[in-house]
């Protein structure tokens, strides 16, 4: 227990058991690299302010640099006995280099260490779920374009509700990731600021320049309050209630395509590679990429629970809970970012079959809305023509035909207001040319909502 770097105080050696608890190396060892940013950078500072020598910088770099290479060369040997991925890294810089490697933590504390280092992380992180939520929008967008006038129906209560385009639908989707988007921009400037300087929580009595290491680091501010920034771990929380937010639309969309593909929908069709088969029913393909999804979903509101739990009853600065702040936020970046790659290549292999959305539009008398307005346009108050509609429902739904199939005479006898130019608005398609304005289902307005998102994609 003598090479731990706390030990002088100590009689005798933590317990086995105690050291294993108490560990986090072998899940923060995925740190290292932003940890080996974070100390150069401070390095930087100590010997700009004349705290470090030239020399001892001179050695702290090319160690870190040896380090560094051995870490991605995976020869790295990380040690349960020296607890965390900055005590590991530590002591070997100081057996390579020696008593340089001791200066290094001057002014420092693994507090503001580590706050830094997730910082550093996630930021990292987070641009790479941006790039990867706007190639996902990317993805429906082309799937749009190629849908902008295919007629499926629109649901309300899971029921057939009024002509749409698939396209439309699809924009839907679009819309809440570019939310999600904006969301995590917004996480990013508030993890974007340096604890570093702050020490173990009061400060440091060195002549630090926190302004010059955030500089460094690329960090738009250091955090103002020293207790603060080693206690709190509110943007890791934020980050993960956008990721639990961005896991929900995906599972939502999960949900429909495993409805869609469903033969009593018979909407689309998945590609084989996104599909398994069943090792007793011969005959089966299942959505389980779609599953999985929705599946995953909870894991990952999960873990928004545990971090917010876990800093509820801290009290100020630091204590040891923050060390399980890691795992919950490295599983919700790799569920998130493996579940965006997959649906953006999943939705690359849908394939739409419009006869099947067409005929659905058929059943269920999605144009019934279209013509009570039509009624409306007439002169009839709406009350009245809704009425006079859902009478000609009841009566096409008991012989059993669409609206569209009923002939003039049989639709004058629900109201003396209905002519011969009730056929146009009575069809899918003349539905949906109506709907002509900003947020509509037209197809001229689904094109020009795709040309908007690309635009606003290309702005990203
Ligand atoms: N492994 C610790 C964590 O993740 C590093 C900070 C430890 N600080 C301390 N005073 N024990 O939070």
Redesign the pocket.
């Known amino acids: 227990a003598s090479q731990k770097t706390w030990s002088g105080r100590f009689s005798e050696p933590v317990a086995e058991l105690v050291k294993r608890y108490t560990a986090?190396v072998f899940f923060?060892k995925r740190l290292a690299e932003f940890d080996i940013q974070g100390s150069l950078a401070h390095a930087q500072m100590l010997n700009k302010v004349g705290v470090l020598s030239s020399e001892d910088l001179s050695a702290i770099t090319d160690g870190m640099a040896k380090i560094l290479s051995d870490i991605r060369a995976g020869s790295f040997e990380w040690s349960l006995d020296l607890?965390?991925v900055?005590m590991n890294i530590e002591k070997r810089l100081t057996d390579l280099i020696g008593d340089a490697g001791k200066r290094l933590h001057t002014g420092r504390?693994?507090?503001d260490?580590?706050a830094t280092d997730i910082r550093l992380w996630l930021r990292h992180e987070i641009d790479s779920l941006i790039a990867l939520a706007n190639d996902l929008q990317a993805a429906l967008l082309e799937l749009a374009e190629a849908n902008a006038e295919t007629v499926m129906p629109g649901f309300t209560h899971l029921q057939v509700a009024q002509p749409i385009t698939f396209g439309h639908h699809l924009l839907a989707y679009v819309e809440m990731l570019a939310r999600d988007v904006e969301r995590l921009h917004d996480t990013r400037r508030r993890t974007n600021r340096l604890p570093l300087g702050s020490a173990?929580l009061a400060g440091t009595s060195y002549p630090i320049d926190r302004e010059y290491v955030a500089k460094q680091l690329g960090f738009d501010a250091v955090c103002y309050n020293s207790l603060d920034a080693v206690s709190d771990r509110d943007f890791a929380i934020e980050f993960t209630a956008a990721a639990a937010l961005i896991m929900t639309h995906l599972s939502r969309l999960s949900e429909e395509l495993v409805l869609w593909m469903n033969p009593r929908f018979g909407f689309i069709d998945m590609s084989d590679r996104y599909c398994t088969g069943s090792s007793i029913m011969p005959q089966k393909k299942n959505p389980d990429v779609p599953e999985l999804v929705r599946g995953k979903t909870g894991r990952v509101n999960g873990h928004l629970v545990s971090l917010l739990t876990l800093m509820k009853g801290q009290p100020l600065a630091?204590n040891?809970d923050?060390?399980e702040d890691?795992e919950p936020l490295f599983d919700t970046v790799d569920t998130v970012s493996a579940t965006l790659r997959i649906v953006a290549d999943m939705m690359r292999g849908v394939v739409v079959k419009p006869e099947a959305m067409r005929r659905a539009v058929k059943q269920g008398y999605a144009t019934a809305t279209d013509l009570a307005d039509y009624l409306v346009k007439k002169g009839l108050p709406f009350r009245d023509a809704h009425e006079a509609v859902a009478l000609a429902v009841r009566y096409a739904s008991e012989q059993k035909k669409d609206l569209e199939e009923l002939s003039l005479v049989e639709l004058g006898t629900f109201s003396p207001l209905i002519s011969a130019d009730v056929f146009s608005v009575l069809t899918p398609e003349g539905s949906l040319a109506s709907r002509d304005h900003i947020g509509g289902t037209a197809p001229k307005q689904v094109r020009a909502a795709i040309l908007r998102a690309r635009q606003r994609l290309a702005g990203a």
């Open positions: 986090s923060d607890e965390d900055h504390s693994r507090n260490q580590v173990a630091y040891k923050n060390q890691k």
